[in-house]
């Protein structure tokens, strides 16, 4: 079972009720160290003063913010420390939007919030609430010393807690050249296409879907650990790409012969 990240109170209006997160993702658990190519040793990272050309102990390090690449203001601990938001245990629900009025863009993690002893009969309630109206809960909490703008979701038998990126750390995909000044597809590219995402059309499987790299880097793993030869992939030559009509066309063909074999 995950360890809970965060406990505390909920609140959205007069009604105040304990709860728990709980992380709503796994980390892949697939990370690579780097070794020295002649020993196999893991790597260390040292604290390097390029300036003073030593190694510099933790009691010496302290932090900056870049204002530009010639000026940092150094910044003490105890400074920071002074600017932190308040370790608050309450996560405050301020407005109640409708959901499709939160651009995908904006989630950034998700816990799952489950209620602590008392609270159950007010978290039943409110994911019940939120259920029947369609409406999601946007507040504030303060986490590990930072201020997130939260929204709260009924999630099958619970409720999912998202923080949010704020506007200003969003792209706006207008400032991308590559956007600009688009051709239109014809009337016959439409149709092509269209058919196409017909014949493609089905239910989301998540199951069916899987990690093909940690599948193939675990197998690589075992067989260099038996000792077997490791093949060397020769890198493919890039194919032109196909004329855009061309390619409907061939992709609906085959996945007419698709759906045939299926049925």
Known sequence: MPKAIFAGSLSFGLVNLPIKL??????????LRTLHSSCHTPLQHKRWCPRCEKEVPLEEVEYGFELSKTRIVPL??????????KKAKTIEIFT????????????EAHYHAVPQEGGERAFTLLREILSLTN????????MRAREYVVVLRPYRQGLLLSTLHYQSELVDPSELKELQHLPLPTEKERELARMLVEHLSGDFKPEEYRD????????????????????????????????????????LAAARERKKASD
């Open 22 to 31: 709980y992380p709503a993702t796994k980390a892949r658990g697939t990370a």
């Open 96 to 107: 109640f939007v409708d959901p499709a009025s939160i651009d995908p863009l904006y989630p």
């Open 135 to 142: 409406k999601v809960g946007v507040g504030k909490m303060t």
């Open 76 to 85: 003490k601990e105890e400074e920071l420390l002074g600017i932190q938001p």
């Open 212 to 251: 093909t790299y940690k599948e193939a880097l675990m197998e690589l793993v075992k067989r260099k650990m038996e000792g077997e030869p490791i093949p060397v992939m020769r890198e493919e030559k890039k194919e032109a790409p196909m004329d855009l009509m061309k390619a409907l066309e061939a992709s």
